[in-house]
């Protein structure tokens, strides 16, 4: 089965310009994340889609970062106006939910956006 | 909010040595899961090993295996044999049906 796809694989900007990135999750997959990981951390949860419903967004900083997941299937990270500390690797993972049974997330390879 | 901690920023095996990472998590659910992920440089996250809360016995896969105390919310992972591909970083995450959070990682080392 094709895994998590993701575009652009890096991308530099400078501050205060936007950016978007792109993930498309393993078909059939209900459950997308969306992952922050700063260079020496863990993956820090962005925002949780359910189909094309937010689970969980209390980590995504709303006054500059937005996501969408309109058909329930793609989603897009955008940042706008990006900031130094906006550097990190951007994770897209998807999973599949049965009944009350939980299954491992699958991840993409991520996006390392740059601001300078 | 759950919260994930891994206290060993970096730990060292020799090959074919055994080695144990160990994490800790706070949650009031009962119904979760737990995963360690092997992170190499190329940044993929790789799902090294799986645990639901309701089951008691350890989960084992190869070479990998984990030490789950639910009561003192434990999840170590135990590598027997390491081997040099192992290197990598190692997160260990809770996965509910509400949330998915990671730790901060281990950094593991294997020496030749």
């Known amino acids: 089965e094709a895994g998590v796809a993701q575009s652009p694989r890096y991308k530099i900007i400078e501050k205060r310009q936007s950016v978007a990135f792109w993930c498309n999750p393993i078909s059939g997959h209900a459950t997308l994340y969306w992952y922050q990981q700063i260079l020496g951390q863990g993956p820090k949860l962005l925002i949780q889609?359910?189909?094309?419903?937010?689970?969980?967004d209390s980590q995504l900083p709303k006054d500059r970062f937005s996501a969408e997941r309109l058909k329930g299937v793609d989603s897009t990270l955008k940042i706008q106006p990006a900031k130094l500390e906006d550097s990190a690797v951007y994770l897209c993972?998807?999973?599949?939910?049965?009944?009350?049974?939980?299954?491992?997330?699958?991840f993409g390879q991520g996006t390392r956006l740059t601001v300078v | 909010a759950q919260t994930v901690t891994q206290s060993q920023p970096e730990m060292s095996v020799q090959e074919a040595e055994t080695v144990t990472l160990s994490c800790t998590y706070d949650t009031s659910e009962s119904d979760y899961y737990l995963f360690w992920y092997k992170q190499p440089p190329s940044r993929q996250m790789i799902l090294v090993i799986r645990q639901e809360a309701y089951k008691q016995q350890n989960a084992t896969e190869n070479r990998f295996s984990v030490n789950f105390q639910k009561a003192a919310k434990s999840f170590s992972l135990k590598i027997s044999d390491s081997q040099l591909g192992d290197a990598a970083m190692y997160f260990c995450a809770y996965r509910s049906i509400m949330d998915m959070r990671f730790g901060a990682g281990t950094r593991l080392t294997v020496k030749p």
């Open positions: 993972a998807s999973s599949s939910i049965t009944g009350v049974s939980n299954t491992e997330a699958f």
């Open positions: 889609f359910q189909n094309n419903g937010v689970v969980d």
